[in-house]
């Protein structure tokens, strides 16, 4: 059933996050062929994009079976940040994001992500920048602050939707936090009542049930899950059994190598592939093992094979 995030149209309230060496072109196909609604790119430096660098470069290539898909940016500069909203407008795209949630301390030195949530005048200055520049529809990641004295999402969120942006989406939890501790729905609760635009839910959802709890519990526009999808795309799908045998897996793996194979080099990207590759034995009797075999795999070949090694091997049993 399709239903709409403000102005972008999406078929599932379930959206893939924004993830840094993760959310490449191949991994969100995949994810939409399990059920995602919207997916978000990794996060792209606006510094980098201006100048057109081609790491950043990299991070851009999308197509009709991407769609929706919203890239997001990360900087501190408002111009910058602007001059960046207007490339990425001319691009296939349906929307622009601003990190404003990143905990990584290369990014926080910066000034940029998750360092924003406490400024709140220096974010309202990058917000508005994006908008005026975009030509598409401007959403904004946000933390519920940087620690527990320092609880600026609200008003960020008030800020943001005053500026233009048409959807906010919320880890409710501080830069100090980290990625542990409990999410604070109460915060996401209150951002709903400030603001009229879809406010989306993001943190600590392992499994699609819990989405839907969510979704049921606070009436929010969406859920964003991240970490608990690598590796488990079928999250996204309230019709597969979150815990599918060691066959099923190995099929999604194939799956994802397949999309890689079409859209990334798969050598220079090895890293990245064997990163995404281990974690789909996660929480399996020989996961660990599994986990340096593929490690071990010194080229793309090399891992394919093991793969589909691994394949036969279970299907015989």
Request: aromatic content about 6%; hydrophobic content about 40%.
């Given at each position: 059933?399709?239903?709409s995030?403000g102005p972008i149209?999406?078929?599932?309230?379930?959206?893939?996050?924004?993830m840094?060496?993760?959310?490449?072109?191949?991994?969100?196909?995949?994810?939409?062929?399990?059920?995602?609604?919207?997916?978000y790119?990794?996060?792209?430096?606006?510094?980098g994009?201006?100048?057109?660098?081609?790491d950043?470069?990299?991070?851009?290539?999308?197509?009709?079976?991407d769609?929706?898909?919203?890239?997001?940016l990360y900087?501190n500069d408002?111009?910058?940040?602007?001059?960046?909203?207007?490339?990425?407008?001319?691009?296939p795209?349906a929307?622009?994001?601003?990190n404003?949630g990143?905990?990584?301390?290369?990014?926080?030195q910066q000034g940029?992500g998750a360092?924003l949530?406490?400024?709140p005048?220096?974010?309202?200055?990058?917000?508005t920048a994006?908008?005026?520049?975009?030509t598409?529809?401007?959403?904004?990641?946000?933390?519920?602050?940087?620690?527990?004295?320092?609880?600026t999402?609200?008003e960020?969120a008030?800020?943001?939707?005053?500026?233009?942006?048409?959807?906010?989406?919320?880890?409710?939890r501080?830069?100090?936090?980290?990625?542990?501790?409990?999410?604070?729905?109460g915060?996401i609760q209150?951002?709903?009542k400030?603001?009229?635009i879809p406010v989306?839910?993001?943190?600590?959802?392992?499994?699609?049930e819990?989405?839907?709890a969510?979704?049921k519990?606070i009436?929010?526009?969406?859920?964003?899950?991240?970490?608990?999808?690598?590796?488990?795309?079928?999250?996204f799908s309230?019709t597969v059994?979150q815990?599918p045998?060691?066959?099923?897996?190995i099929?999604?793996?194939l799956?994802h190598?397949?999309?890689?194979?079409a859209?990334?080099?798969p050598?220079?990207n090895?890293s990245k592939i064997?990163?995404?590759?281990?974690?789909?034995f996660r929480?399996?009797?020989?996961?660990?093992?599994?986990r340096k075999?593929?490690?071990a795999t010194?080229?793309?070949?090399e891992?394919?094979?093991?793969?589909?090694?691994l394949?036969d091997q279970?299907?015989?049993?």
């Amino acid at each position: 059933m399709t239903s709409s995030l403000g102005p972008i149209p999406i078929k599932s309230p379930f959206i893939l996050a924004p993830m840094a060496g993760c959310t490449d072109l191949p991994f969100r196909l995949l994810c939409r062929e399990y059920g995602a609604g919207l997916c978000y790119s990794e996060m792209i430096d606006c510094q980098g994009l201006v100048s057109r660098q081609q790491d950043c470069l990299e991070l851009l290539p999308t197509n009709t079976s991407d769609q929706p898909v919203i890239m997001q940016l990360y900087g501190n500069d408002p111009g910058t940040m602007g001059e960046a909203a207007a490339i990425l407008s001319e691009h296939p795209i349906a929307g622009i994001d601003i990190n404003m949630g990143c905990p990584m301390e290369k990014i926080i030195q910066q000034g940029a992500g998750a360092a924003l949530m406490k400024n709140p005048r220096l974010a309202e200055k990058i917000i508005t920048a994006v908008c005026k520049k975009s030509t598409k529809p401007v959403t904004v990641k946000i933390r519920s602050g940087w620690n527990q004295h320092t609880i600026t999402a609200p008003e960020i969120a008030k800020i943001a939707a005053g500026v233009g942006a048409q959807a906010i989406a919320i880890h409710a939890r501080t830069w100090s936090d980290g990625f542990t501790g409990p999410i604070d729905h109460g915060v996401i609760q209150q951002i709903m009542k400030n603001v009229s635009i879809p406010v989306i839910a993001n943190g600590d959802i392992t499994s699609h049930e819990q989405g839907v709890a969510l979704l049921k519990k606070i009436g929010c526009a969406g859920v964003m899950i991240g970490r608990a999808a690598l590796g488990a795309p079928w999250i996204f799908s309230g019709t597969v059994n979150q815990h599918p045998s060691m066959a099923y897996r190995i099929k999604a793996l194939l799956r994802h190598l397949e999309l890689a194979e079409a859209y990334l080099t798969p050598e220079p990207n090895l890293s990245k592939i064997r990163n995404h590759a281990w974690k789909y034995f996660r929480g399996t009797t020989n996961g660990p093992v599994i986990r340096k075999q593929i490690d071990a795999t010194t080229s793309y070949t090399e891992l394919k094979t093991f793969i589909h090694t691994l394949a036969d091997q279970v299907l015989q049993k």
